[in-house]
């Protein structure tokens, strides 16, 4: 299976800036898209930002301009760049990954989370 491990989340104050990372590990041949997520206490989790393989990105409306998704295609490697943040944005924060590799024996696609980075906006 494919393992992502996610990093970068803390403590910042409203208009403050974080940058989160999420490295994917195992037996992969490759990825089509990464992207991050988001749960906010009590809520559903919502889309934040996706990038394909190729270096298409789509956001969620309410954050283009101030979240930047980039990623390492050759560290299957994924960023996100929160700046201006605001305390309505405290959240967990998920990683994902779509792609294929080699699992159980032969050849699989993959469709993987990581455990989530707690970002908390507060003064």
């Known amino acids: 299976q494919v393992q992502l491990a996610e990093s970068g989340g803390g403590l910042v104050q409203p208009g403050g800036s974080l940058r989160l990372s999420c490295a994917a590990s195992?037996?992969?041949?490759?990825?089509?898209?990464m992207g991050w997520y988001r749960q906010a206490p009590g809520k559903q989790r919502e889309l934040v930002a996706t990038?394909?393989?190729?270096?298409?990105?789509n956001y969620a409306d309410s954050m283009k301009g101030r979240f930047t998704i980039s990623r390492d295609n050759a560290k299957n490697t994924v960023y996100l760049q929160l700046n201006n943040l605001k305390p309505e944005e405290t959240a967990v924060y998920y990683c994902?990954?779509?792609?294929?590799?080699?699992?159980?024996?032969?050849?699989?696609?993959?469709?993987?989370w990581g455990q989530g980075t707690q970002v908390t906006v507060s003064s």
């Open positions: 994902n990954a779509v792609g294929y590799g080699y699992f159980s024996g032969r050849a699989n696609d993959f469709t993987s």
């Open positions: 195992g037996n992969i041949f490759g990825i089509s898209a």
């Open positions: 990038i394909t393989s190729g270096g298409s990105t």
